[in-house]
C-alpha cells in the first residue's frame, strides 16, 4: 500500500547548491516533513507545465526536518545525469516544483542497540546520513562504507561524517580510499566491528553483492533497490523485483510500494532481469 | 448554472465522462489516496487475466519524448482473487465500475464473461483484445477483424444481461473503421480508441533495446493526434456507437479535442503516472471549457468537429 504519510504539494526550493558532482537541494514543505522517515524517497514533477519529460523522477531522501517555526525543510541529493535531474538541478531558489512524498517504505530501526553497518554506492549514500544519526540516538554503533568509481562521486558531507563511529571509502579507480568495490572491505569490517545489521542503498549489482556476503555470514540486510519507475505510487507495475514473500511465495513485487527499502535477503537478485521460475504466475 | 456533464455509454449513465483507463489506475486502491473515487465517472480496472500473471521481465519502461514505452504483460492477480479482492472493495468506494478483461484464447474471453455475468455492482465491461492470440501465431486479436470479431462474439455470447459491452481497439491497423464495424457486428455495444502504439527504443550506451520484450506500448501525448484521428474517423463511420475516447489525453483542452471528435467519455492512463489528481483536474478543466464555449451539456459537445459535414 502507498505510503499513508504521502502528499502531493508544490514545495518552493530554498536553496540548491553544488556539492562535487552532485547538488544539494532543500525545498519548504511544511508538515510533511513530520512524515519523512529514513529509507523513503520524494517523486518529482520535472521539466515545466510544456516538458516533454511525462514521468515524476524519484529521489531518496537525505533528510527532513521542522525548523522551529514550525517551517518543514526536505532535503536532497540530485545526481544531474539525465534530462529530469539535470532539469531539476538547475533550479535556483525561489522557484517551486511539484512533489509527492514522503512514498515508499522505511529503514526498520531495531529495538535493541545493535552494531549496524550503512553502505552507500555513489549518491546512494544519501538517504544513509539521516538512518546513521536515528540509529545513533537509540544507542547503537553505526559504522559506514561508501564507494564509488571516482573520488569526485563519493557524497560525504561534514555533518553527516560526524554520526558515524568509522567511515571507510572505496573506488574503483584508486582516487580516493582502497581501489576496489564495497564488498571487497564488507568480510573485514563485520568481522571487526562485530556487525549485527547491514543497511544499504546504491546500484543493484552492489546490492547484489552485499547480499551474497550478508546471506552467506547470516547476517539481516535492508537494502534500499533503485528500480525505474513510472509513477512512484504503486499503479503502473513498471519498477517490480522478484522477491520471497514471508508465505514463501515469489512474486513480482513493486519496489516503489513495498520498497524501496527491502529485505535484501529475500530478493532474487540473480534473476532481477528475468522472471525466475516459480513466481506466482509464471 | 445547470450545466448537464453526465454522459450515456451504451444505456448506462455515468454523472460526468472523465474515466480512469485500464491499466493505469490498477483497481484505484492507490488513487484513493489523492482523491474519492466515486468523482470520477467511472473506474476502468487494470485488464484481469483468467489466472494469475507474473508480467515480464524487467525493464519495463521507458520514456519518450511526451510519452512512454510499456511492456509489462498484463500482471496480475486473476479473475478469481480480483473478484473476491477488488470489485467489493470498489463497490465500498462508491466507484462505477467497468472490468477489463484480457484473454490468450477465444475460449477464455468466453470463461472470463461467463465469471462476470452475475457480479453485481459493473457499469459495462471493457474487452481489451490488444493482446496475443496463442491459437494464431501470436498474432494480435484487435489487428484482424476476424479474430477481433470472435473474441467479442465470445463476450457476447456468454455475458447475458443488459451489461455493455466496450471493445478496446489498437491503432496498429491498416483501416480501424473496419475493425470497429467488425466487433460492432459481433455485439459489441461501444468502443474504447485507442489502445497504445507499439515501439522501440534502443538504448544508445548497451546497443541493445531497452525494454526486455524489445518492444512496448507507446502511450501519452506523443499519440494524441492519432487517438483524434481514430476516433474522428470511426465517429464519421459510426454515426451513433458509443465511444470512450483515450490516447495523451493531459489536460481539459486534450479531453475536449477527443469529445469534439466523437468521444462520449474520456479515459485518463498515462497522465496519471505523472500526476495522480490528473483525472480530477482534466475533468474540472473539461466541464469549464464545455461551459465556456457555450455548451449546455456534455453531450453537445460531442462529435461537433463533424457538423459541417453532416449538413
Known sequence: MINSKAVQMDAEIISNKRIGTYNHMVFSVDEMANGCRPGNFVAIAVGGPASSMVLRRAFAIYRASMRADGTGLLELVVAPLGNGSKWLASQVAGQKVNLIAPLGTAFGIPTQPVNALLVGGGYGSAPLFALAETLKSRGCRVDMVLGASTAGKIYAPLEGKRSVNSLTITTDDGSAGTTGRVSDVLPALIQEHEIDLIYSCGPMAMLEAITAITQQVGIVHQCSVEEAMACGIGVCMTCVLPVEGDDGVIRMTRTCVDGPVMNGNKVLWSKSRDIPDGVWGK | ?311
Open chain 2, 1 to 311: 448554472m445547470n450545466f448537464n456533464f453526465g454522459t450515456d455509454i451504451a444505456g448506462t449513465t455515468f454523472p460526468n465522462p472523465i474515466f480512469t483507463a485500464s491499466g493505469c489506475a490498477g483497481s484505484g486502491k492507490e488513487l484513493v489516496h489523492f482523491f474519492s473515487l466515486s468523482d470520477l465517472g467511472a473506474i476502468v480496472t487494470k485488464s484481469i487475466m483468467l489466472k494469475p500473471r507474473s508480467g515480464r521481465a524487467t525493464p519495463r519502461m521507458a520514456e519518450t519524448p511526451s510519452g512512454m514505452l510499456n511492456s509489462i504483460g498484463l500482471q496480475g492477480p486473476g479473475i478469481d482473487l480480483f473478484l473476491e479482492n477488488d470489485i467489493p472493495w470498489l463497490r465500498d468506494q462508491g466507484a462505477r465500475i467497468i472490468v477489463s478483461i484480457a484473454g490468450e484464447t477465444v475460449e477464455d474471453y468466453a470463461v472470463l464473461a461467463r465469471k462476470l455475468r452475475t457480479v453485481s455492482g459493473l457499469s459495462a465491461i471493457e474487452v481489451n483484445i490488444s493482446c496475443p492470440n496463442v491459437e494464431n501465431r501470436g498474432q494480435v486479436f484487435a489487428c484482424n477483424p476476424e479474430t477481433a470479431r470472435d473474441a467479442i462474439a465470445a463476450v457476447r455470447r456468454n455475458i447475458g444481461g443488459e451489461l455493455p459491452i466496450i471493445a478496446k481497439l489498437s491503432p496498429d491497423v491498416t483501416d480501424i473503421t473496419a475493425i470497429a464495424q467488425s466487433v460492432v457486428e459481433a455485439g459489441a455495444d461501444s468502443l474504447a480508441l485507442i489502445n497504445t502504439l507499439l515501439g522501440m527504443v534502443i538504448d544508445t550506451n548497451t546497443l541493445s533495446p531497452k525494454l526486455s520484450q524489445r518492444t512496448g506500448g507507446l502511450s501519452g501525448p506523443a499519440i494524441r493526434p492519432i487517438a483524434v484521428r481514430a476516433i474522428y474517423q470511426v465517429r464519421a463511420a459510426l454515426p451513433t456507437i458509443p465511444i470512450v475516447g483515450m490516447g495523451g489525453v493531459a489536460n481539459g483542452r486534450d479531453a475536449f479535442e477527443l469529445v469534439l471528435a466523437g468521444a462520449n467519455a474520456i479515459s485518463v492512463g498515462t497522465a496519471t503516472f505523472g500526476n495522480p489528481m490528473a483525472a480530477i483536474t482534466i475533468k474540472n478543466e473539461l466541464e469549464e471549457l464545455c461551459i465556456a464555449r457555450g455548451f449546455n451539456s456534455f453531450v453537445e459537445a460531442v462529435s461537433y468537429a463533424h457538423r459541417t459535414e453532416s449538413k
